[in-house]
Nanobody
């Protein structure tokens, strides 16, 4: 089992930046592949980014490529999502997940509670 807790969400102006953190705990939590998803009001949960256990392989949704960066610090058992050049359409609840590097939510075994990101005009 692995437990995930997100933090770092908040209100930011368009064009600004935020860094989300996902703290993991539990057996073998430092070697799980990890992903970030988001869900806006009235929309389905969508894939944002994923990273393997070593951090060598990273994948991004087309909508965030070039603006967001996923990274991890296995010694701290923490995964990060650096979000730059934020747009109004990035507004959503962001979720951390463990167990896959794929784009399908069904492939992930563990989920955090989410953190709200709101981008104002």
């Amino acid at each position: 089992q692995v437990q995930l807790v997100e933090s770092g969400g908040g209100l930011v102006q368009a064009g600004g930046s935020l860094r989300l953190s996902c703290a993991a705990s539990g057996r073998s939590s430092s070697i799980y592949p990890m992903g970030w998803f988001r869900q806006a009001p009235g929309k389905e949960r969508e894939f944002v980014a994923a990273i393997n256990w070593s951090g060598a392989n990273r994948n991004y949704a087309d909508s965030v490529k070039g603006r967001f960066t996923i990274s991890r610090d296995n010694a701290k058992r923490t995964v990060y999502l650096q979000m730059n050049s934020l747009k109004f359409e990035d507004t959503a609840v962001y979720y951390c997940a463990a167990g896959s590097t794929g784009q399908a939510p069904e492939a992930y075994d563990f989920w955090g509670q989410g953190t709200q990101v709101t981008v104002s005009s």
